[in-house]
């Protein structure tokens, strides 16, 4: 069965910390994957996304990474800032099917100053 | 540049009423899909369309109809609400992407804040 596992559920750290979010996928035949960040009350939001073939991208203070043969993505974010405070959120898509695009359940990180 | 707009942005129904929730979008994309969000669960599939005059289920589509007669449109209809459709709808739009490997950006309307009582 297609499933994203993401962890922790929730993280809370000091503001300028940085912190590492956790994605396992079960997808296949694995297409691509992608993070995102949803701010409360807000839809979703791209941040990054990364295919078979890369093994890290970078968008400004997140750095994703992506391990395909244990099928295991991080997303790290440096010097947090307040406003980093939002669920993010790992999704998966397999190959041929629009509707093959699995979300994960997110990470809920709050930042305190 | 609206890109994806959703409305309304709040809604109370009573058991057994229909509605119909509304998302539009300018930036010409092929697909469009509407999802549900639910506290400690991930987004899920309700319907989505790869282009005008086609539609298919996603992973839970019973309660929900929409049509697709233009591009720009989609609307989610509820038939007869019920306690267990009190949910926050996302409606999201996407380019197709060449090849057939999916989860081209998706863009994201604000959402609707579906309470049924």
């Known amino acids: 069965k297609n499933q994203v596992e993401q962890s922790p559920q929730s993280l809370i750290i000091l503001e300028g910390k940085n912190c590492t979010l956790q994605?396992?996928?079960?997808?296949?035949?694995?297409?691509?994957l992608r993070w995102y960040k949803q701010d409360t009350g807000r839809g979703p939001v791209s941040l990054t996304i990364?295919?078979?073939?890369?093994n890290t991208k970078s968008n400004g203070r997140y750095t994703a990474t992506l391990d395909a043969d244990t099928k295991q993505s991080s997303l790290h974010i440096t010097a947090s800032q307040l406003s980093d405070s939002a669920s993010y959120i790992c999704?998966?898509?397999?190959?041929?099917?629009?509707?093959?695009?699995?979300f994960g359940s997110g990470t809920r990180l709050s930042i305190r100053p | 540049n609206a890109g994806v707009t959703q409305t309304p942005k709040f809604q109370v129904l009573k058991t057994g009423q229909s509605m119909t929730l509304q998302c539009a979008q300018d930036?010409?994309?092929?697909?469009m899909s509407w999802y549900r969000q639910d506290p400690g669960m991930g987004l899920r599939l309700i319907h989505y369309?790869?282009?005008?005059?086609?539609?298919d289920q996603g992973e839970v589509p019973n309660g929900y109809n929409v049509s697709r007669s233009t591009t720009e449109d989609f609307p989610l209809r509820l038939l007869s609400a019920a306690p267990s459709q009190t949910s926050v709808y996302f409606c999201?739009?996407?380019?197709?992407?060449?090849?057939?490997?999916?989860?081209?950006?998706?863009?994201f309307g604000q959402g609707t804040r579906l309470t049924v009582v």
């Open positions: 999704v998966v898509s397999a190959y041929s099917s629009a509707s093959k695009i699995i």
């Open positions: 999201a739009s996407s380019r197709r992407q060449e090849g057939g490997g999916g989860n081209t950006e998706a863009f």
């Open positions: 369309s790869v282009g005008a005059g086609i539609t």
């Open positions: 994605c396992n996928y079960t997808v296949s035949p694995f297409s691509n």
């Open positions: 990364m295919t078979f073939s890369e």
């Open positions: 930036m010409n994309h092929e697909y």
